[in-house]
């Protein structure tokens, strides 16, 4: 009897489309909706290279004029200011022995279950990426000083030092009369349990789901382990980002071989193994930053993401829709 093996089951552009579609739906960063599908960035990556250049404007300045009648008179052209944001491309891949994914083979529709087994494991690594992105980020010089607000103590830390509305208020404040749009509040889960603990925690219902989503001073409130903690002192630090919807412009590109399946007819001393090889090519692009870097390899690591070096703002604070605040515990 002949023995159905993953390539029998595969088929490429089906396959990815179902698992770019299910890893949104896994995504945190995609649920809340601060990751955002940008098909120009998706385009602009179907060209190839390492890098997109973004083109953006920057905010209209300059002052209105009074009318008149005055024939002579003559009103002056305000120039339009453009600039250029490169968007790095992530070029990840993983491999799977059948082994791994055998017990989707028994199934009606092998495929989709195939996505649906590796879909967590993307869903992890592409947020994963994105919060180093967004480290990055915080960790260049413009935005480590007038986009991070710290609370935080290397005394015995009190209320003042510890998430509170007024210092949500300051964060929210560095972007000045835009600070509403930050709608978002991702915080590590020990801050989610203190706020929790203190009932300042209101949910409101999915239209769509009927799920109960938490909010917290009226932004949706996103718990993730992978935030930075750190230390002040031999105090513990958490950071919580307060982003935007849209704040990462999101692109992805088909690589030249998506799914691949290879076979090593000497593993398994002589019985082979069989093995299922996923490529992505992504991109997950903090809106108003450009990466300046030269990345170790293809294309940057998480660890280059996370370097501010890296990066640098090329818009104006506002541009760059999200703050960061630090506390104690």
Do not use: C
């Not at 250029?84 to 993983?94: D, N, T």
């Not at 030092?161 to 000045?176: C, F, Q």
């Not at 000497?266 to 990345?295: K, W």
């Amino acid at each position: 009897m002949a023995v159905t093996g993953i390539s029998d089951v595969i088929v490429p552009e089906i396959f990815m489309n179902y698992l770019v579609a299910r890893t949104q739906e896994q995504t945190v960063l995609f649920q809340s909706g601060v990751a955002r599908e940008d098909q120009a960035l998706s385009r602009h990556m179907e060209n190839g290279g390492s890098a997109v250049s973004v083109p953006f404007w920057q905010d209209l300045e300059g002052a209105d004029a009074v009318t008149s009648d005055d024939p002579a008179a003559s009103l002056t052209a305000h120039s339009l200011t453009g600039g250029e944001q490169i968007a790095p491309v992530l070029r990840r891949a993983v491999s799977f022995a059948a082994a791994d994914l055998a017990g989707a083979m028994a199934g009606d529709d092998p495929m989709r279950l195939i996505a649906d087994r590796i879909t967590p494991y993307w869903a992890r690594r592409l947020q994963t990426a994105a919060l180093n992105t967004i480290n990055g980020v915080f960790a260049e010089s413009n935005m480590a000083s007038d986009g991070v607000i710290d609370i935080s103590t290397d005394q015995t830390p009190g209320d003042a030092n510890r998430l509170h509305a007024a210092a949500v208020i300051d964060a929210r404040g560095t972007m000045g009369d835009a600070a509403e749009d930050l709608g978002v509040m991702m915080v590590h889960s020990t801050i989610y349990q203190q706020i929790q603990k203190a009932d300042l925690i209101n949910y409101i219902p999915d239209s769509r789901t009927q799920v109960q989503i938490p909010t917290y001073m009226g932004m949706r409130l996103v718990q993730s382990d992978a935030v930075p903690s750190g230390t002040n002192g031999t105090n513990t630090t958490y950071t919580t980002y307060l982003l935007a919807p849209g704040a990462l412009a999101y692109g992805e590109a088909r690589p030249k071989v998506p799914v691949a399946v290879d076979r090593d007819e000497l593993g398994g001393n002589g019985e082979g193994i069989e093995y299922f090889v996923n490529r992505r090519h992504v991109a997950l692009h903090p809106m108003g930053m450009s990466f300046t870097g030269t990345p170790s390899g293809a294309s940057p690591t998480n660890a280059e993401l996370a370097d501010g070096a890296n990066w640098a703002r090329v818009a104006n604070r506002k541009q760059v829709p999200m703050a960061a605040l630090v506390t104690n515990v």
